[in-house]
């Protein structure tokens, strides 16, 4: 059945979600599930007006190993039907919350925006992503109480729907908005924990292809595309996506699926970043294509991630394979620039985990893990003007005590970023790296 509005809000206009959800949206179209999306920009820039002058379509390319043949396939989306600036737009945003054609709310707005943030009057159009999902819904309560609500927000961190649920109430507690609105949330809005993984190195300008002349916003992909969602069997309903040609799964739990990606697949880009760019490599191939760094990376497997987690040895093996497979894709031009992305908060929940492990098991950081947080102080330090995070963090950065050593600086940034007393960790792993 053909419909003609918006039925998913999207927020993120970012490469990932482009060659993730949209190919989800393509399939089910081509299904006969007709679902239209309308994109909603939220961190500034220009992908949204560029998007439009490209009438919101695009191309992806899908190329890698698959079953260990090469496959090469250029896909046009044409499923996104709108798009949104916020805060500019904050009204028209809202008016979507009164349209009962309007269903899910799908997000990717990295772990540095799936956090807490104080807000001003609830009159004001919230400067978060969790206050402004918390207006929406209140909005819809008042307005449209009968329609259903699904959020599936693919951040990257464990319970990522029960975090964005947890934060909306804690926003509506601050509001001090009614009672009845808790209760509608419980019965009419769910919020589903769920897991995406899929490598996208974006922009394909390392290819000869023709569409790159015309196509701005060609995004690269590999084959390779899961999504885990959490809930029951009855929830099916609420799930278009589990009919799309992705391998996208309901199961009861997806903590051992979001464990062994975070920690492996994220882990490793987090860390291989820090050390990658320090050292002058500019893609994730490059990286591993370097046996030195493939064994140190195999070696942070093998002794300070696995033993962190309860899962058998034989599945976290067989993963780790698969993801260093998916490393070295031939056709894939991964940059290390565009994975440093936050890459502080991206450090805290990937990699901080298995430091805390290490201190309550062994007493002391995870030597080899510890090299790749102080690389990425050092190239943040040494390269202030490619800092690609927060304010927060830049402020750090700017508000160095002076006259400190760059060693004092380091210690100074572990600490005030991450809480590390360890001294004499991090000066090991500083003086590692000042010896390569």
């Not at 990717?108 to 925006?113: D, H, L, P, Q, R």
């Not at 046996?291 to 696995?306: A, T």
């Amino acid at each position: 059945m053909k419909k003609n509005g918006i039925q998913i809000l999207q927020f993120g206009t970012g490469n990932f979600l482009r060659a993730f959800i949209e190919p989800m949206v393509q399939d089910l179209n081509q299904q006969d599930i007709s679902l239209n999306v309308c994109m909603i920009q939220s961190t500034g820039g220009s992908n949204l007006e560029q998007l439009k002058k490209q009438n919101y379509e695009y191309h992806v390319l899908v190329a890698g190993l698959e079953n260990g043949k090469k496959v090469e396939q250029l896909r046009k989306i044409t499923c996104i039907k709108d798009g949104l600036d916020l805060p500019l737009e904050s009204e028209r945003f809202l008016q979507f919350a009164s349209d009962p054609e309007v269903k899910w709310i799908i997000s990717n707005v990295t772990e540095a925006g799936m956090v807490w943030k104080e807000e001003e009057d609830f009159k004001e159009f919230a400067k978060s992503f969790a206050g402004r999902i918390t207006q929406w819904l209140f909005r819809r309560f008042q307005t449209l109480p009968q329609a259903e609500t699904i959020l599936l927000p693919c951040e990257l961190l464990q319970e990522n729907g029960k975090t964005l649920k947890n934060l909306v109430e804690t926003h509506a507690k601050r509001w001090k908005l009614q009672e009845e609105f808790f209760i509608w949330m419980d019965s009419s809005c769910k919020f589903f924990n769920s897991l995406v993984d899929r490598i996208v190195p974006g922009f394909p300008s390392h290819l000869s292809l023709p569409e790159k002349e015309k196509d701005k916003f060609l995004v690269q992909t590999e084959p390779y595309c899961f999504w885990a969602i959490e809930g029951k069997g009855s929830d099916e309903a609420y799930l278009p996506f589990l009919n799309s040609f992705s391998e996208v799964i309901l199961q009861n739990s997806i903590q051992i699926y979001s464990l062994r990606k975070i920690r492996i697949l994220n882990g490793l880009h987090t860390f291989m970043t820090g050390k990658g760019l320090l050292q002058g490599f500019e893609t994730v191939g490059q990286y591993v294509d370097d046996p030195r760094n493939l064994e140190e990376l195999e070696m942070l497997l093998k002794q300070e991630i696995f033993p962190t987690l309860d899962i058998p040895s034989q599945e976290l093996e067989k993963y780790a394979r698969q993801v260093m497979d998916r490393f070295r894709n031939p056709f894939v031009a991964h940059r290390l620039a565009d994975i440093s992305l936050n890459a502080t908060a991206k450090f805290k929940s990937r990699l901080f985990p298995i430091f805390e492990w290490h201190q309550q098991n062994h007493h002391s950081v995870p030597p080899i893990a510890v090299t790749g947080l102080v690389a990425q102080i050092l190239f943040n330090l040494r390269n202030p003007e490619k800092i690609k995070d927060t304010s927060e963090v830049k402020n750090v950065y700017s508000t160095l005590p002076p006259l400190y050593s760059e060693f004092e600086q380091v210690i100074f940034i572990t600490k005030s970023l991450f809480g590390l007393e360890d001294h004499e960790g991090i000066k090991k792993a500083y003086e590692t790296l000042l010896s390569k």
